[in-house]
């Protein structure tokens, strides 16, 4: 008992002389203030999101001495006439979760401090569904949104790397010599989505092939990923859902540089990646550059001589220009890419492809251009034109048993052209255009007689209204018009998407969506036909109709913040129709 009593008598005695000495210390800096013996000091900083743009209006709080300040423009804050000692800040704003910093020293000169905020993922920004910007908290067609700092956590090198933890999104790998990926969204095939570039579906079938893996992630600002056919804004083959990789527009001057060296069983695989931003003083006129090169060794695993993974040796490059022109609410957009890679799978790489027993070498030459007009006319009305061009050429060999005959070359260029027209008006924005996109496919492989030269256009209109009821309701309805080349009758698909704010962190989203699939004569499969050596031609049935699809989708989120976590649950159930789905038949001779 008398131990007990000692060790409480110590505890009571030391916070008796710590409260003492706190108190002591108090009184001499309050003293120093009054007799001006303190040397005050400034406390700056800055304030940006995690993309890097600034952010105006910020509360920073220092609760030590109760003092606040607010960031301006640029993000910039200060405190003046700080007395030195520990201190710790606490910032708020709108949109974004709160931070709260750890404890620091204020003495003498200090570094500007540099504070990141992260967006709530009500207040997130997302185009996809009606390419308009919209919170994503009042979005009904489901969107999963992969955002800069979530490609960085992942360390991805590509677009496929960054969709790999993607609910309800797959990528799997479907060769083992070439490696090429598809990406499967609520289950579906990879041909049933639509891969777009900063809204534009300029990846073809043959292009999506391998452009998973090209697209370097440089390049890539944020992924927005549609699930379903809910938005009328997209055609031909948006049945399981859309894929939208928007690039970056620079906030802020800088250069990053990176080097990633990895080793898989000895054999080294080296990225490098460069990015550039330059911003003009009154922000009107930017540019981002970027650059990639890849090289990656060929890994044989199963010890069989065969590759498992196969060799890459890729570089991309290109730029974004932007320009405002403020006197008449206009802002034009420019774009450039190019992407070459060198790819191969099988065995004997130091030989050319038909000396070795098995090999799928794929050359890939990729350019792209592209052009976007946004206008606002007045507060309500705006409008946006865009264009955009890609010119693919490819060099392949598909072959075994060093067969001479498996060399092919396919070009596929493809143009689109797209025009919309918002209109706001209550709780409306009435959006319409007109769409269009030409594709031209030719594929050879001579020595099998095979040729494929055809040519695929498709014109489509719009109307989508997206009606806010209040803050509960929200409601996009719209229907397509298409017509196609290949199919003689218009193909009609109306859509509606409703999303309900239950609570205030739980909402409920469904759709249901008609689509469509044309026919086509080229399919990325054929190769796998090809390296046993037998050559294989598609020619469509006459009078052949396009494949519908009807879907319908629901599901609820939950999403809350809890400092700087978040926490996020989905639940989602999805069903998928498809009617005179096309099968490959041999033909009768």
């Not at 060790?7 to 000495?21: A, D, G, Y």
């Not at 859309?242 to 970056?248: A, E, G």
């Amino acid at each position: 008992m008398k131990n007990k009593l000692s060790t409480l008598s110590i505890i009571v005695l030391s916070l008796v002389l710590v409260i003492h000495l706190k108190a002591q210390e108090s009184e001499t800096i309050y003293s120093e203030l009054q007799t001006g013996n303190v040397k005050f000091l400034k406390l700056s900083g800055i304030v940006k999101s995690y993309e890097g743009d600034p952010i105006k209006g910020a509360v920073i709080l220092i609760p030590e001495i109760g003092k606040s300040s607010e960031s301006d423009g640029t993000g910039a804050f200060e405190f003046l006439a700080i007395p030195p000692g520990k201190y710790h800040l606490e910032v708020f704003a709108d949109g974004y979760m709160d931070f709260i910093s750890d404890v620091f020293s204020l003495e003498g000169s200090n570094k500007p401090f540099k504070i990141t905020l992260l967006k709530k993922l009500s207040e997130e920004i997302v185009v996809t569904a009606t390419r308009t910007k919209k919170l994503y908290a009042e979005v009904p067609v489901r969107t999963e949104v992969i955002t800069a700092r979530d490609i960085e956590q992942m360390q991805a090198s590509q677009l496929a790397e960054s969709l790999a933890l993607t609910t309800g999104v797959r990528v799997e790998s479907n060769c083992q010599n070439c490696n090429f990926t598809q990406v499967r969204i609520n289950g579906m095939e990879g041909k049933y989505s639509q891969i777009l570039i900063d809204s534009s579906p300029i990846f073809s079938s043959m292009i999506g092939v391998y452009g998973l893996e090209q697209i370097p992630a440089e390049m890539l600002n944020r992924i927005e990923v549609v699930k379903g056919g809910g938005s009328a804004l997209y055609g031909g083959n948006a049945v399981a859902g859309v894929i939208n990789v928007l690039t970056k527009e620079p906030m802020e001057n800088g250069t990053w540089l990176k080097l990633h060296q990895e080793f898989t069983l000895g054999e080294p695989l080296t990225n490098f990646g460069f990015r550039s931003s330059l911003v003009s003083k009154d922000l009107n006129t930017k540019a981002f550059l970027f650059a990639n090169y890849k090289n990656r060794q060929p890994v044989d695993i199963s010890g069989d001589d065969i590759s498992e993974i196969g060799k890459i040796r890729s570089t991309n490059f290109g730029v974004n220009f932007f320009r405002n022109f403020s006197e008449i609410n206009g802002k034009l957009k420019l774009s450039f890419f190019r992407i070459t890679e060198d790819r191969r799978g099988g065995n004997k790489f130091d030989l050319p492809p038909h000396e070795a027993d098995i090999a799928e070498a794929i050359d890939s030459d990729l350019n792209s251009l592209s052009a976007d007009w946004n206008h606002y006319i007045t507060r309500r009305l705006y409008y946006n034109f865009s264009a955009s061009y890609v010119d693919a050429d490819r060099k392949s060999y598909y072959g075994s048993q060093q067969d001479p005959d498996a060399y092919g070359t396919t070009k596929n260029p493809v143009l689109f052209l797209n025009g919309q027209m918002n209109y706001q008006t209550g709780g409306h924005v009435i959006s319409t255009g007109l769409q269009y996109k030409g594709e031209k496919i030719k594929d050879e492989a001579l020595g099998y007689g095979r040729v494929i030269n055809d040519h695929y256009r498709e014109l489509g209109f719009f109307l989508q209204d997206d009606i806010k009821f209040n803050k509960t309701f929200f409601l996009l309805a719209g229907l397509r018009l298409t017509k196609h080349s290949l199919i003689e009758n218009y193909i009609f698909n109306p859509r509606m998407s409703l999303l309900v704010n239950l609570v205030k962190d739980l909402s409920w989203r469904t759709s249901f969506s008609t689509g469509f699939r044309a026919p086509q004569v080229f399919d990325e499969d054929l190769h796998i036909t090809q390296v046993g050596g037998e050559g294989v031609i598609i020619e469509n049935s006459p009078d052949l109709k396009e494949e519908s699809s009807y879907s319908l989708s629901t599901g609820l989120d939950y999403g809350r913040e809890f400092g700087n976590n978040t926490l996020q649950l989905s639940i989602e159930g999805f069903y998928t129709l498809l009617e005179d789905t096309f099968v490959l038949q041999k033909k009768r001779v």
